[in-house]
């Protein structure tokens, strides 16, 4: 029996609650194959369109409404963990009711630590949520000093948040506690909720977005999985993507990954962030493998019938 | 050591992040009190204030930007649960840091069974989010033919939900899990996210809300819980409440307690739930107290000090 922690796109989950119900039941009958095969799963999430929509549309409330309290981006990212964690629970729960499988699903509301010190604070370059005009975006920024706002792809000004490293997982016990009793676990939605170690040594939130490649990886070397999935739109990682030449990869190491990403092989903030959230995750259990793959394939990609394999 | 249910009332936190982190921070000494003293606590709460902020507040922003989706009641319940969880778990373990005690704190995502054909649904009663005229009711109406929306005390219409009994808690298992292995674990949120089983024997969301005090009880009966705590504004459930012979119960039987009840002396909406809660509780678990304080003063309550008991 493997371990294997599988991260899924918040783009693959749709923008609506009717379009993300549908698309996790039909990605539920691959994800459960999984179990199927005697292997126990620990699922991760992406967030992008779901917290986005959460804290702009709340946001726009308190706008309308002044009754309406504004929402910070860790709360909003707990709101989604939450909202996604319980579609998920659910609709695995109803493919293993289907099956007769007698498994339980539990989602884990995850805090996921980053460094008070990283870099990516001093340079916030995450949009998050939707457009304002430059004057909007003024008052806003005057409203709240800790807001950055900039010109984004010139149709106007968002948001920009940092996207700090994950370091730990606040609820990594609870994570285990359940998987080593056969549970399947939903953790880490939207890359964790953000928070930063004070002073006094406790945890406090932080207005920041966790590449929830990057929060996988970490969730994968926490739970020492035996392998780390990617699932993504492709069935292979490909280079000269798009091109006549595209030349799909099965299989390669850390070192030769690295190389290609160097040679700008992969979309940054597209394939880029999968492929270096597999080289860490690879080079830091060298027993793991990680594999990215399209969801449909997944049971297909353990045994190397579709998907790239990334190993140390 | 025993083990204890406690129920907070969502109207405790507060109507911003604001608040509601200020007021989990001074529950938390309370909280972690009872840890200290020996006892190993599960920690359920409310959510009126919370769930109709998310949900009004979302509902908003799509009435005014047709590019938002609406969300259910299951939905905004799932991101009440994430958000309240969230701070509750991070106010209750910067309080276990202080202390330097090494518990560890969870949220579960929880879904709670209500029957499919419980009278509630015939006559949707519970009111949740803002008013709104009688002409945008019928056009709310005319949208979506589940939504009922009826006159509130003469401020206009809101929409009415039914609030069924809880008969099981999906996600038992990974909370029984968790609280076995020493863990502090938050579950319940909101009553629960409310689920119908299908005929497939699979769980469905359905838009109604589980009063949180009912959602506690049968938590504490499904943990074989000592003590189920109720914690509300007041140090003891009285009689003759506010007037000049108003009299503090500090122990009664189940059977006083209904006999009380039925002479009037709780409110509906208010008192009255916590104690039929309560009577619930002790007459199911014959072996556990169940007991209504202040949240201030739940150490002492259970010694006696402060708070009603009620015992079978």
């Given at each position: 029996m493997s371990r294997i922690v599988i991260a899924l796109g918040g783009n693959a989950l749709g923008n609506s609650p009717e379009e993300q119900r549908k698309k996790i039941n039909e990605a539920a009958a691959s994800l459960v194959g999984l179990i199927s095969q005697g292997h126990e799963i620990i699922i991760s999430h992406g967030n992008g369109p779901q917290v986005g929509m959460i804290q702009k549309g709340l946001n726009l409330a308190a706008e309308k409404d002044s009754s309406f309290a504004r929402f910070a981006l860790p709360e909003c990212t707990a709101m989604s963990q939450g909202y996604i964690g319980y579609h998920l629970q659910q609709g695995i729960l109803r493919e293993l009711t289907r099956q007769k499988m007698g498994w339980h699903v539990a989602t884990i509301v995850t805090q996921m630590e980053v460094a008070?010190?990283?870099?990516?604070f001093k340079d916030p370059t995450k949009p998050i949520g939707g457009f304002y005009s430059a004057k909007q975006a003024r008052e806003l920024m005057a409203e709240d000093p800790h807001l950055v706002m900039k010109a984004d792809s010139g149709r106007g000004y968002r948001q920009m948040v940092a996207s700090p490293k994950p370091i730990d997982i606040v609820e990594k016990d609870s994570i285990l506690n359940l998987l080593d009793n056969e549970f399947i676990v939903i953790a880490c939605g939207g890359g964790g909720i953000p928070v930063i170690k004070n002073q006094d040594g406790c945890y406090e939130g932080v207005p920041a977005v966790i590449d929830k490649d990057f929060a996988s990886a970490k969730l994968a070397e926490l739970v020492e999985a035996d392998y780390f999935f990617i699932l993504t739109a492709v069935e292979r990682v490909a280079i000269h993507?798009?091109?006549?030449d595209q030349e799909d990869l099965t299989e390669l190491t850390a070192a030769q990954a690295e190389a290609l990403a160097k040679e700008g092989h992969f979309a940054p903030g597209s394939m880029l962030p999968k492929v270096e959230a597999a080289i860490s995750f690879a080079k830091k259990r060298p027993e793991g493998k990680a594999v990215i793959a399209s969801l449909e394939k997944a049971p297909l990609a353990i045994s190397g019938e579709s998907g790239t394999t990334i190993f140390h």
């Open positions: 008070a010190n990283d870099p990516a993507f798009g091109e006549p």
